[in-house]
C-alpha cells in the first residue's frame, strides 16, 4: 500500500471527512482491520481565508508548497488537496514536489463520464464558481458542458460555505436555498451538480436533490484510496 499525502484545514470539518471516506475504503477493499497509510499537514485556513479574499493567492501558494515539501519528505507517494478552491494555483503546488497531486477535477469527470453526463452544474466557493481553474479542466479533459449559478445566487452559495460550513453550521434555511439553486440549475439543463466545495456534502445529501450529486470530496478521497491500492496511473495523476 503506498502512502496517501493529505493538505488538510481548509477547512478541517471537510478534512475529517477525508480522513473517514479513505479509511473506510480501505477497510472494506482489505478487511476489517485495515486502514490508509497516510500523512496530513493541516494548515491554518485563517491566514489562508484572508488571503484568498485580499487576492494574495501568492501567501496561499508558499504556505501550501511548504505542506507539500514536508509531506513528500515524510514519506508520502501522492498528494491530495483537501479542497477545491486552492487547486487554483495546484500547478505551483506540483512544482515544489516531484510526487504527485491527484487533481479534484479528474475523478468528477470520469465519474461524469460513467453516468453519460454531459451539461453539469457547479457549485463552491466564488472562487470555483467564477474562475477557469476547475471548469477549464473539466471541459478541457472531460468535455464537459460547466453552468454556475447567477451573480447573487453565487453570493449566497459562497456566503453559507465560509461563515457557515466552514465553522460546522449546517442549518435547513441554507438547505432549502442550496436546493433551490440546484432546481434552476437543472431547468438549464444540468444533468448532475458537482458539489464542488469540499464542505457543501455536510449540508447537501443525495435526497436533498433531484438530479444526481458529484461530491468532489468523496470522489477525490476514493481516487486517493485507488492510488494507494493500485499505484500510480497517469488517470489518476495531476499532469
Known sequence: ?????????????????YYRIINQGVRARLG????????????DF????????????????????????????GGADCIVLCTNTMHKVIDDLQAAVTIPFLHIADPVGRAAARAGVKTIGLLGTSFTMEQDFMKDRLTRLHGLNVLVPPP??????????????CVGIVNDESRRIYQQTIDRLAQRGA???????????????????????????????RSAVDFALNGASAESANP
Not at 500500500?1 to 471527512?17: C, D, F, P, Q, R
Not at 476489517?32 to 494548515?43: I, N
Not at 469540499?198 to 443525495?206: G, M, N
Open 191 to 221: 444533468e448532475a451538480i458537482i458539489l464542488g466545495c469540499t464542505e457543501i456534502t455536510l449540508l447537501i445529501k443525495p435526497q436533498h436533490s433531484r438530479v444526481p450529486l458529484l461530491d468532489t470530496t468523496d470522489l477525490h478521497a
Open 152 to 165: 447573487i445566487e453565487r453570493q449566497e452559495v459562497h456566503r453559507i460555505i465560509y461563515d457557515e460550513l
Open 46 to 73: 485563517g491566514p489562508i481565508e484572508r488571503a484568498q479574499h485580499e487576492g494574495r493567492w501568492d501567501l496561499t501558494t508558499q504556505i501550501l508548497q511548504d505542506a507539500a515539501r514536508k509531506l513528500q519528505a
Open 32 to 43: 476489517p482491520l485495515r486502514s490508509a497509510r497516510s500523512l496530513m499537514q493541516s494548515v
Open 1 to 17: 500500500m503506498l502512502t496517501i499525502g493529505l493538505i488538510g484545514g481548509m477547512s478541517w470539518e471537510s478534512s475529517a471527512e
